[in-house]
């Protein structure tokens, strides 16, 4: 189990960069997440229900988009702070609080604590002859006991291929590509953008 996990870290540091497609449910709301992931750079699309948002971090900016309920159920945004933004992308600059929070969930980086550790994990093979992880979590005072079970691949890199994560209130599946495949984020034009600053004062 160990070396399972610590060949699919070694392999998972290695590659510079990810695509991810995530679909869950939580309750009756049905979420759908698309994200690259690169060393310095990433992207994702959220969509939850009727709300949207579209994240890109670059190595000056992060930029926020989405529709209304996006931005206030999504993001947080209050309604006032949501009108200021209107149909325009939020800019925040890099080395602000916001951006760095961006910068960390979009990029390679995120993967320091997705891997399980080796207590509670039981090892099996799927019959492609891949690695299954399966753990459970016990249920808090804020989250219902889930079941995840982590699809790795028993080739030459150890990379995730899936992870199915299943609970009383909610599941989701995550399936990983394109390991390693370069992308482009793409700054929007200036003439779109408002400054983080000015949509949360004044």
Known sequence: MSSVLAAAKKAMVAEKSVHIVVSSRSGKTVNHVTADLGTSSGQENFVSG????EIRVTTKNAYLSGNASGLTK???LTSAQ???V???VIVMKSGTSPYTTFQSNLTVSAFATFLPTAKGVKL???SHKNFVLTWTKPATSTTSKTTSVLTISSGKKALPISEVVSGTTGSGTTFFSRWGKSFTVAAPPRSTLVAY???VTG
């Open 50 to 53: 009727t709300a949207n948002v």
């Open 197 to 199: 600053t000015s949509v």
């Open 74 to 76: 999504l993001v947080g």
């Open 86 to 88: 209107g149909t325009k």
């Open 124 to 126: 099996s093979t799927d």
């Open 82 to 84: 949501e009108k200021k």
